[in-house]
Nanobody, 126 residues
Framework: QVQLVESGGGLVQAGGSLRLSCVLS????????MGWYRQASGKQRELVAT?????????????NYADSVKGRFTITRDNAENAVYLQMNSLKAEDTAVYYC??????????????WGQGTQVTVSS
């Protein structure tokens, strides 16, 4: 069973920082894109950032960010730990949302499948 276990959410003042972590429970995927989406109250879920698994364990992979977080958030991954991280700096009240870890994994000879974590609340007070 594929699981994404998130941690690191919480309450922070505007201008502060938080770091989210997500660990993937399986190493069965040949190709993996991992990342973060968020959903604010009353709004649709939206992309925050994603990162591919790169061609070698040493390479960082290709990143993609929502315009609203560019320059403030940084996504990284640790292939040895099978984990992805989101460093969030200069947080704003509008960053308040439930943040979901995301994985699109492809097993050998299979089609890509999407998986989601349970979500972690990030609240930024102004």
């Amino acid at each position: 069973q594929v699981q994404l276990v998130e941690s690191g959410g919480g309450l922070v003042q505007a201008g502060g920082s938080l770091r989210l972590s997500c660990v993937l429970s399986t190493r069965a995927f040949r190709d993996i894109t991992m990342g973060w989406y968020r959903q604010a109250s009353g709004k649709q879920r939206e992309l925050v950032a994603t990162i591919t698994n790169g061609r070698t364990p040493a390479s960082g992979g290709t990143t993609n960010y929502a315009d609203s977080v560019k320059g403030r958030f940084t996504i990284t991954r640790d292939n040895a730990e099978n984990a992805v991280y989101l460093q969030m700096n200069s947080l704003k009240a509008e960053d308040t949302a439930v943040y979901y870890c995301y994985c699109r994994g492809t097993r050998p000879f299979d089609t890509p499948r999407d998986y989601w974590g349970q979500g972690t609340q990030v609240t930024v007070s102004s």
